[in-house]
């Protein structure tokens, strides 16, 4: 055996131990760590087997429930969310102190969501605009504090609302815990129910950083490269004060803020920001890590006739990040899809898309009405029963329409 050769098995022989090649990869980002998977096959079982404790869920959401598979069950059941800096700890491996968990759902789980906190141990915090009673405060959207001139949001966590812009938020509700010992500040888990749907909220936060989300079954980041990589993000849309004071905090994280793109840099398609390019959630240019789902209990049929939800709804949902010449700014763009017969909304970046969804739905949303009785209300229970909802054919339609796109 030659010199080289022994000294390629000698460093191979590090990345057989656990406690040696985990001071190593916990170094590498997580493109370092896809680069020494593929060295051989002792470094991809190495990388495998760091990855696989680095990044685990429930070991991620422990600090705030004792029972994960539970929470993430009810994620399962209600199409939350998990986003914020809660989503960017898990996917950079690192720890704030100071952080909160903040929950992004659609406005119908809202109080299935607080009520189920209430009964592990939090407590509704309300602000000074909402009602003590969680029940009342669900109608009490945050509208209602814009109305009073913005003064009733002066005792808010500005850490939390900075992120918000209120575009897509319908409120935002915080719970607190005491930690174990109580020597530690409370546990705050935050609700944030949508307007729409909660992936709207996330693609409208301030910056591109935190555009990463947690479902049930898997996680998204959705600009890795600028996020990981180079640590660099966009902002998004034109900043006020309250949002740049937020960009602040993630500055003194590590992360370079840009409020446009650099002069010479592309301004169409290029990594790692695809400006004016269609994205779609889990797409090759996503960071997307499935996670183990051993135990979850995934949502029934709505109806006997329905498909069962086997998949997270965020999973087929699209949007366009755009670029404003005049100001160079950038946002984001989407058509909001929704129908009587679809159990949530999506996004959907491409009009001729929508238009094909929206064809289907009028002539099917027709058909499901003529089956309810005439005397019968519509929406009711009866309703539900007979109606065949059509959320599983979101994720087919979607998938025809890319082929046909990239066929063609």
Not at 78 to 98: C, H, K, M, V, W
Request: net charge neutral; charged share 20%.
């Amino acid at each position: 055996m030659d010199v080289v050769s022994m000294r390629v098995q000698l460093a191979e022989s590090a990345f057989t131990r656990a406690p040696i090649f985990d001071n190593i990869l916990s170094q590498l980002s997580p493109a370092g760590l896809i680069r020494l998977g593929r060295c051989s096959r002792t470094t991809l079982g190495a990388v495998a087997n760091f990855a696989n404790r680095a990044f685990n869920i429930n070991k991620h959401l422990s600090r705030f429930f004792p029972d994960p598979v539970a929470f993430r069950s009810l994620q399962a059941r209600t199409a939350t969310l998990i986003s914020g800096s809660s989503a960017l700890q898990f996917f950079d491996r690192t720890f704030y102190p100071e952080s909160d968990l903040d929950l992004y759902t659609f406005s119908e789980h809202g109080e299935e969501i607080g009520r189920w906190l209430q009964k592990r141990g939090y407590a509704f915090i309300a602000n000074s605009f909402q009602d003590d009673d969680f029940g009342v405060a669900l109608n009490q959207p945050i509208r209602d504090g814009l109305d009073q001139g913005g003064e009733a949001l002066k005792d808010l966590d500005l850490n939390h609302w900075q992120h918000y812009k209120i575009i897509g938020v319908n409120g935002i509700y915080c719970f607190e815990k005491v930690s174990q010992g109580g020597t530690e500040p409370p546990l705050r888990v935050q609700i944030i129910t949508a307007s729409s749907t909660p992936l709207e909220c996330v693609l409208n936060f301030h910056c591109t950083v935190v555009m990463n989300v947690i479902a049930y079954d898997a996680a998204y980041s959705f600009y890795p490269v600028s996020t990981f990589e180079e640590r660099r993000a966009l902002t998004s849309g034109i900043i006020a004060r309250r949002q740049a004071i937020a960009l602040g905090k993630y500055s003194t994280r590590g992360w370079r803020i840009q409020a446009s793109l650099n002069p010479f840099e592309q301004r169409d398609g290029p990594p790692p920001f695809y400006l004016n390019t269609v994205r779609w959630v889990g797409d090759r240019q996503t960071w997307t890590m499935a996670l183990d789902t051993t135990g979850i209990e995934l949502p029934s049929p709505i109806s006997v006739s329905s498909e069962s939800f086997t998949w997270d709804p965020v999973a087929h949902n699209s949007w366009i990040l755009t670029s404003n010449p005049s100001d160079r700014t950038c946002g984001t763009s989407y058509h909001i899809a929704k129908s009587t017969v679809l159990r949530y909304r999506y996004l959907v970046a491409e009009q001729p898309l929508l238009e094909q969804l929206i064809e289907f739905f009028i002539t099917q949303g027709t058909l499901e009405f003529l089956k309810v009785p005439a005397h019968e209300r519509i929406p009711s229970e009866g309703w539900r029963q007979r109606c065949t909802w059509w959320d599983a054919e979101i994720p087919r339609f979607c998938a025809l329409y890319r082929a046909s796109i990239e066929n063609s």
